[in-house]
């Protein structure tokens, strides 16, 4: 693995996620770091509309929508880096103790081959690095349903990921930290945790790297 990071490094130098100039490690930047449109402590955690809570610390606009765009549809997967530690220390702040394993809301099969990487996969590597710890897998995309950001309609959005996701085996008495990259209408995280709780988790709670900025919610 340090030998593939080694290369990597030489044949993609490690960059801001958001400005992208190119830094000795994958980091934010200092004037980025200042620039960013930070989720205030009252609105750095919503409730979705299933009940489950969702933490986030950044708006999705500006320089915070280029970087993701970059990261999700422009092969910038190192980015996943920085973008992690951001959710962990979300997801650290808002629920202290509340979760014992760490998953994400997975691509389906046919995005991952076009894609070559599963975004989300990438942030809760990320995020459980800073623990010392790995995600698991425990979602499986199970209908390749539209992607959510290619339908207008609020009552399409919430209903397009209903039954698009299977948990794996029997998680009776987990307690789960969801990790995603945008959480938007909340529907694609309600599917997840749906499954989750069917399958017996006891708890289920989510941390994204960014919530729709107000104005555009
Ligand atoms: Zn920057």
Not at 119 to 144: F, H, I, T, Y
Not at 153 to 167: F, K, L, S, T
């Amino acid at each position: 693995m340090r030998l593939w990071t080694g290369l990597l490094d030489l044949l993609f130098p490690p960059k801001c996620p958001f400005c992208g100039s190119v830094r000795d490690k994958p980091e934010i930047c200092p004037a980025c770091w200042k620039a960013l449109p930070w989720t205030e402590e009252a609105r750095s955690l919503r409730e979705l509309e299933g009940g489950l809570r969702c933490a986030a610390p950044l708006w999705y606009k500006g320089i915070v929508r280029d970087g993701i765009r970059r990261f999700k549809f422009h092969g910038a997967a190192a980015s996943a880096g920085p973008l992690g530690e951001l959710v962990a220390r979300a997801a650290a702040e808002r629920f202290p103790g509340e979760f014992d394993t760490v998953t994400w809301v997975p691509v389906s099969a046919k995005r991952l081959r076009r894609r070559g990487y599963d975004q989300s996969r990438l942030l809760a590597e990320s995020a459980c690095r800073c623990w010392g710890a790995a995600p698991e897998r425990l979602l499986r995309k199970v209908r390749d349903n539209p992607a959510q950001s290619g339908l207008s309609g609020a009552a399409e959005r919430r209903e397009n990921p209903r039954g698009a996701y299977e948990a794996a085996g029997d998680l009776s008495g987990k307690r789960v930290l969801l990790i995603d990259d945008v959480c938007s209408t909340g529907s694609t995280l309600n599917a997840c945790g749906e499954a989750l709780r069917a399958a017996g988790a006891a708890e289920v709670v989510c941390a994204a790297v960014a919530f729709p900025a107000p104005e555009e919610a």
